[in-house]
């Protein structure tokens, strides 16, 4: 499910965020990923929401 506390969208709703993006040397693997919902997904995007996602 998102990894977003109080969220229950199911894993096939969800994104997945690279903890390191990529395009900055980040890995590919499972350990660097984090499952989002779309609206999640969105505000951890946001610089204005930055850091302030509970997980």
Do not use: F, N, Q
Not at 11 to 25: F, T
Not at 33 to 43: F, Q
């Amino acid at each position: 499910t998102c990894v977003v506390g109080g969220c229950d969208a199911p894993p096939s709703r969800c994104h997945v965020h690279h903890v390191i993006p990529w395009s900055e040397g980040g890995g590919t693997s499972v350990k660097d990923g984090r499952l989002y919902c779309s609206v999640h997904h969105a505000m951890v995007h946001d610089p204005k929401r930055s850091g302030r996602l509970r997980t």
